[in-house]
């Protein structure tokens, strides 16, 4: 149901990125302190939907439906919000550019391979690149005038932000490339037909509901 704790939480997500952008539209201090703030409260729903559909076993289509989309418009809004607002300028737009190439990959790959009744599990390395992926946009969202006015000017912020989203570049280009040959294996055996075989996790680490 879409009114299910998990959904909602989902659903907040989606909800978090006209106000995401409104506080990076402002262009102030303390704005860009609230489009942290949002952006990582978004994020941290990301990993309690699925825990808590688990624990409840409320797992639904409209879920697992809902839970990439709304992660890959959280993704895609505040890169392009943060490069919009010069934010992302000279060398660290291009990792940027790498991780939003790879979120439409995999979209691609999950679209074809649901037609074929064939799953795209998660690999461990492809959680943590959501783990820099997150963190990177978060930090880079507060950025220096954020941490000046948390008095936290020591703090290169920027910086930090922009490293972590290079490591999280350097991870998408291996899951990416793991994601991809999965499929085009998947591609190579399609006769037209449809197979329920699941496809194998491209990575260790169990399954878990987004790549």
Excluded at 87 to 93: C, S
Excluded at 175 to 198: I, W
């Amino acid at each position: 149901m879409p009114t299910d704790l998990p959904n909602l939480l989902t659903l907040s997500r989606i909800a978090a990125i006209p106000l995401l952008v409104a506080l990076v539209a402002l262009r102030a201090p303390w704005g860009d302190v609230g489009a942290c703030i949002v952006f990582s409260a978004a994020a941290i729903t990301d990993y309690y939907d699925g825990k808590i559909a688990r624990q409840r076993q409320i797992v639904s289509g409209f879920g697992r439906m809902l839970d990439p989309i709304a992660d890959k418009l959280l993704v895609g809004a505040a890169l392009m919000v943060l490069a919009g607002h010069d934010r992302l300028t000279g060398w660290t737009l291009y990792p940027a550019i790498v991780i939003l190439l790879r979120e439409i990959l995999v979209s691609g790959l999950r679209e074809y391979l649901a037609s074929l009744s064939i799953g795209l599990p998660v690999s461990r390395l492809a959680k943590w690149k959501t783990g820099f992926q997150m963190g990177a946009l978060g930090t880079l969202l507060a950025g220096d005038t954020g941490a000046a006015a948390l008095h936290l000017s020591f703090l290169p912020v920027s910086l930090i932000g922009e490293a972590m989203l290079w490591v999280a570049a350097g991870l998408t280009l291996v899951t990416g490339r793991d994601y991809l040959l999965a499929g085009l294996r998947h591609a190579g055996t399609d006769t037209g037909g449809k197979t329920s075989t699941p496809a194998p996790t491209p990575g260790p680490g169990g399954p878990a509901v987004r790549p």
